[in-house]
């Protein structure tokens, strides 16, 4: 199987190893185009960005996130098109095949653009009824193969290099990385298909077996990519993610290798070397920001410790708060760590958003970060059954990050904050980011959407969310905190509301929110509804007469409101996005059916409202963070 056929190579195009060496370095420079593209997408955005703050503290500027003159028109407008057409998303409703459910339209646009590419480069003249036909087509699909193996490491780093440039983070590329290695495992099986039929064609698959012993290890890298293949579907990824992680990286260290003894000649070995440098740059730079971070000197250059102290707390029969405590790093809202408690978990490192947002200013020396881990198996389920057993006891972890790219939360005039149950790790931070923020940012209303089956469960985020609420507005910014309770009535009774099951918890603990929960201050205030915010459900929203803490603010603004039903998420999109006057930010973090819903709404509401196409309507940014693994 020699890629290098000589001169009657170059006289039949698509089996030499000229044509094919050419298509790989096309197939690398389209990518490398792709990137450049995108990082001058990230740059035009970052220079409006810097161009809407400094208007933001001009005083004469009525509306500052709004476009200003024709070019910054005709960027939104090209802004609004792509993102409308890109959000919308079927959502598989089928209890057990909820799996199926598709991705945006946005990502199988990318998709298909990249099979399109593939598509062209593995059948340019390479169907010939001819003697090489078989020959011709297993050669090109060989190349392309291994000319995708760098690819699919690169996108698989978690230090991504692709991700800093155009300004994401790895875990939204690693969508990308299962699809390339999906597409990779076609290309492969076509590859050794056309090889196979041609020996039995001819008859001599023994003896071909016999003389080319490199055969085999190709063999065996295609079973291997035929195992990731069919264990990388999530309902199997999720029956031992652990396990999964660690199999998976293995069998792709295995493939190097195999592919390594597979290959006949050099001239394709410095892609094998890409794929190693890739990998080994990645394993580096995690081993140095874990050192970095939990490795702590004395000015003598004597180890302190090393490690994070961290208390843990169940605050709900699900739900685990962790501190970690000396977190001398600094973070944006919306990044995330990875947390590794050898007690618990010895080879196991796991991601979880941070829950609070950076405190700023001379005056602070806050170095805890907060965690919320929802117990499933595995590690999160040993950690909360170790909270409930130890609530008093600390453990010694491990950090490595900050990891993320979020977008800038301070140039939007609107912002829509959806949290569903755990979701709210990403999206309070927000909040609280722009309460916290001393210098001047666009921001002048906040709708908060905190959802969750049940009334403990939100407990945690509500007393954050109310003060960072009342804080805000008494910088002037309009809040509104919306608590939607999802469990339903339960042995004919209906579900208590927030405020009464927060006043049964804190009277049956005797004393007020454990000391790593509690809020610098604690600010009260007693809120009653003005108004009803329709749901799918008629469900009433409910009056806090009375707040969980001791202190009332009688003539304190509207700021909670309270369902007992999922809410309806169109609705709380529209009224704010329909009332304001510059751009709005849509932020949703939670399970596939609330972000399929989200994103259906927002590309609805901006080809309604002709978003930037001469209506006066202003643009919508959608984020969107979804449970996957």
Request: include cysteine; glycine fraction near 8%.
């Amino acid at each position: 199987m020699d890629m290098d056929m000589g001169d009657m190579d170059h006289e039949i195009p698509g089996i030499g190893m000229d044509t094919n060496h050419a298509f790989v370095r096309g197939y690398w420079y389209t990518i490398a185009g792709v990137v450049v593209v995108l990082t001058a997408v990230r740059g035009v955005n970052y220079f409006d960005a810097r161009r809407r703050l400094k208007s933001c503290r001009d005083a004469s500027v009525e509306h500052p996130t709004r476009p200003q003159g024709p070019v910054s028109q005709a960027w939104a407008t090209a802004t609004a098109i792509v993102r409308e057409t890109s959000h919308p998303q079927l959502y598989v409703p089928i209890k057990g095949l909820r799996w199926l459910t598709p991705p945006s339209l946005g990502r199988i646009i990318v998709l298909c653009c990249y099979w399109a590419v593939m598509v062209y480069l593995m059948s340019w003249r390479v169907s010939k009824n001819d003697v090489y036909y078989y020959e011709r087509i297993g050669y090109r699909n060989a190349w392309l193969t291994i000319g995708q193996l760098p690819l699919l490491f690169l996108l698989a780093m978690k230090v991504n290099v692709i991700g800093f440039l155009i300004g994401t983070s790895h875990e939204r590329l690693n969508w990308l990385h299962r699809w390339v290695g999906r597409t990779m495992f076609v290309t492969a099986t076509l590859h050794g298909w056309h090889f196979w039929t041609m020996w039995v064609k001819a008859d001599f698959v023994e003896f071909e077996l016999q003389i080319m012993p490199l055969i085999k290890y190709g063999i065996g890298a295609w079973g291997i990519l035929l195992w990731t293949f069919i264990i990388g579907f999530l309902p199997i990824r999720r029956l031992a993610y652990e396990v999964w992680v660690i199999q998976h990286v293995l069998s792709f260290v295995l493939i190097l290798w195999l592919v390594s003894k597979h290959l006949p000649n050099n001239d394709a070995r410095y892609l094998i070397w890409m794929s190693i440098s890739f990998l080994a740059f990645d394993r580096v730079a995690r081993w140095f920001l874990l050192l970095w971070q939990n490795i702590k000197l004395r000015p003598n250059g004597s180890t302190k410790h090393i490690g994070h102290e961290m208390s843990v707390r169940a605050v709900c029969p699900s739900t685990t708060v962790v501190t970690i405590k000396d977190a001398r790093f600094k973070w944006a809202a919306g990044q995330h760590i990875y947390l590794w408690v050898p007690r618990l978990g010895p080879v196991e490192a796991h991601p979880y958003t941070i829950a609070c947002a950076e405190k700023r200013g001379d005056d602070c020396n806050c170095d805890s970060i907060q965690l919320v881990v929802r117990a499933h198996n595995g590690f999160s389920k040993r950690l909360h059954e170790y909270a409930m057993k130890n609530p008093e006891s600390t453990l010694t972890g491990f950090v490595s990050g900050p990891y993320g790219i979020p977008p800038r939360w301070d140039i939007y005039e609107t912002m829509v904050l959806i949290g569903a149950s755990t979701g709210a790790s990403f999206t309070l931070p927000i909040l609280e980011r722009i309460t916290n923020d001393r210098a001047t940012n666009c921001a002048r209303r906040i709708e908060l959407v905190l959802i969750a089956r049940t009334a403990q469960e939100l407990k945690y985020y509500v007393e954050r969310a109310e003060k960072a609420g009342r804080n805000a507005t008494a910088r002037g910014v309009r809040v509104t905190i919306h608590v939607a309770i999802t469990g339903g009535s339960q042995g004919g009774q209906d579900v208590p509301s927030f405020a009464k099951v927060i006043s049964q918890s804190d009277s049956e603990s005797g004393r007020n929110s454990p000391s790593e929960l509690k809020l610098d201050e604690k600010t009260g205030g007693g809120c009653c509804c003005s108004g009803r915010q329709p749901t799918e459900k008629t469900s009433p929203c409910r009056c806090r007469a009375n707040s969980y803490n001791s202190t009332s603010e009688a003539d304190g603004p509207e700021l909670i409101r309270e369902y007992t039903s999922r809410p309806n998420i169109d609705a709380l999109i529209r009224s704010p996005v329909e009332e304001a006057w510059g751009e709005t930010a849509v932020v949703v973090c939670g399970g596939p059916e609330i972000v399929a819903r989200t994103r259906n709404t927002v590309s609805r509401l901006s080809d309604e409202r002709a978003v930037h196409k001469g209506t006066g309507a202003q643009g919508i940014l959608l984020h969107v963070e979804e449970y996957s693994f």
